[in-house]
Nanobody, 115 residues
């Protein structure tokens, strides 16, 4: 069955860094574009970053440009989100998303940025 399993979330101080991982199984990972979304309490889910199936094309929300980097390893079936210079406004549950022949979601990982 299809699985997207996020990891790497946690509590970090402002200005700190975290690296999220999303391990995929049960579908043809290298044929799917991958995205990271986030949802803060009381807010709608928003797109944070996306990467094409080949990894050549990436896109970012304006709020994270220059701070976050999305990447993927098609041999490990894993997508990453490197988050630097974290701010309290980055606090949210982060979700991994796969889009291709189907659409799949992970269960989410909590990121809390607080001193």
């Amino acid at each position: 069955q299809v699985q997207l399993v996020e990891s790497g979330g946690g509590l970090v101080q402002p200005g700190g860094s975290l690296r999220l991982s999303c391990a995929a199984s049960g579908f043809s990972f290298r044929s799917y574009a991958m995205r990271w979304y986030r949802q803060a309490p009381g807010k709608e889910r928003e797109l944070v970053a996306g990467i094409s199936s080949t990894g050549i094309t990436t896109n970012y929300a304006d709020s994270v440009k220059g701070r976050f980097t999305i990447s993927r390893d098609n041999y490990k079936n894993t997508v990453y989100l490197q988050m630097n210079s974290l701010k309290p406004d980055d606090t949210a549950v982060y979700y991994c998303n796969a889009a291709g022949m189907g659409v799949f979601w992970g269960q989410g990982t909590q990121v809390t940025v607080s001193s």
